[in-house]
């Protein structure tokens, strides 16, 4: 009887177009030997929205309502990118009061977006209870959001200039509530996970990738931390103030997926920390510019000529001044003119550099946005991640990325 040689090819596998462990429609190409990955090829563009391009038809204060659904997981952080992008072509700032609560509202939303992160990782993974838990403490937050904004997502509550509105009666009572919630809820997290055998065996060494490759790649965000680079844009390069707030920026140095969690853990005290100094330094004031060129007379928590409140200035628009009234049009229905020129914007989200490239003919629209997402160049380390990984284990690695498909195809 003659011997039958062994079958040496690969076989080749869609994993996707969807998949749990991402945050919108990936496709990967697996190669496999049998359990193990050959070779790897990310298939994006299966949730384009064309956001970019509407950008471009829309006032500079319109485009806020389209970047804000960009990455809809951190929505306040291309909103604020975004504004302070326009607002350094105007050669404004934002009042002190606004600049404040911008830092506020984004560190609750990482907040909310680790949380989400670590709830469905932990259902991929099979640890059911966390994910509950995690949800549970999102669900707060969303109910803060929509007290301050009247939304839960796509907010748009971070303008131009400044704020949509001031916050609202006891919003920083439930604020204070959660800070002095969140602590504790933490520390039942870490008690479930941090020395559970079954977690650490599919995250301990998985999908480990050295800091040089993530650097040569252009990887930003925990994932890079996790390698041991303390790199922080609100550390490196700070906006809205961020030089005044004390915080640490947690590293590990393993850069498996299991550092990614600690790392991301870690984040979530950092932003509390944050948060309570902000509270502290809220002080009185408007939360939007007083150019006349840029406002809308609804935005004025104090109108000009001594008039108390928005709503008076409303009715004075109305029934006393043509010219205000006209002025208010205008700005309503053709926006504002923003100079000539170019700009590059970057935030640190929750997943890495956000960045806006926002160019201006001089027009009431913008010529160019452009997003930096910090899903869609991250995701260019999958490859390095998988090769000769298990099959199972590319579910914990494409996890561990935090991916969000809006903020990769826009």
Not at 76 to 84: D, G, H, M, R
Not at 349 to 365: A, D, K, Q, T
Request: one cysteine or more; hydrophobic letters at 40%; glycine letters at 8%.
């Amino acid at each position: 009887m003659s011997v039958q040689p062994v079958r040496e090819e690969t076989m080749i596998i869609n994993m996707g177009p969807q998949h749990p462990s991402t945050h919108g429609v990936l496709r990967l190409v697996l190669e496999l030997d049998g359990e193990y990955v050959v070779s790897c090829r990310p298939v994006l563009g299966y949730l384009h929205t064309g956001i970019e391009k509407n950008t471009e038809y829309r006032t500079w204060q319109q485009g806020v309502t389209f970047v804000t659904r960009a990455d809809y997981l951190s929505p306040f952080f291309n909103e604020v990118a975004y504004c302070l992008a326009v607002e350094r072509l105007l050669g404004i700032e934002a009042p002190p009061r606004a600049q404040v609560i911008r830092v506020m509202v984004m560190e609750l939303n990482r907040i909310a977006s680790h949380l989400l992160w670590l709830a469905t990782t932990g259902l991929e993974l099979g640890a059911i209870s966390i994910m509950l838990y995690a949800w549970r403490e999102r669900e707060l937050l969303l109910q803060i959001f929509e007290m301050i904004t009247g939304l839960r997502m796509n907010h748009a509550y971070v303008r131009v200039g400044g704020l949509s509105m001031d916050l609202p009666e006891g919003g920083t009572d439930s604020i204070r509530g959660f800070l002095d919630l969140m602590p504790g809820r933490l520390h039942e997290y870490e008690e479930l996970l941090t020395g559970n055998p079954i977690w650490r065996q599919r995250t301990v060494g998985i999908g480990a990738i050295s800091t040089a490759d993530m650097l040569e790649l252009g990887v930003t965000g925990p994932c890079l931390r996790a390698g041991g680079l303390a790199l922080d844009l609100r550390k490196s390069q700070p906006y809205c103030g961020y030089e005044a707030y004390e915080f640490d920026v947690p590293t590990r140095t393993e850069a498996d997926c299991f550092a990614r969690y600690a790392v991301r853990v870690d984040e979530i005290r950092q932003s509390l920390r944050i948060v309570e100094q902000c509270l502290d330094r809220l002080e009185p004031g408007p939360v939007m510019v007083t150019d006349p060129k840029v406002r809308w007379p609804a935005q004025l928590s104090v109108g000009p000529d001594g008039i108390g409140n928005s709503e008076e200035y409303v009715r004075h628009i109305m029934e006393e001044s043509m010219e205000a009234l006209i002025n208010h049009f205008k700005i309503v229905t053709q926006g504002f003119k923003v100079p000539a020129g170019e700009v590059y914007q970057p935030v640190e989200s929750p997943r890495g550099e956000l960045g806006h490239y926002v160019v201006s003919n001089g027009e009431s629209r913008p010529y160019r946005v452009h997003i930096r997402g910090p899903s869609f160049v991250n995701l260019q380390a999958i490859p390095r991640m998988v090769e000769g990984a298990l099959i199972a284990d590319v579910i914990a690695i494409v996890a561990s990325l935090d991916p969000v498909m809006g903020d990769a195809d826009r």
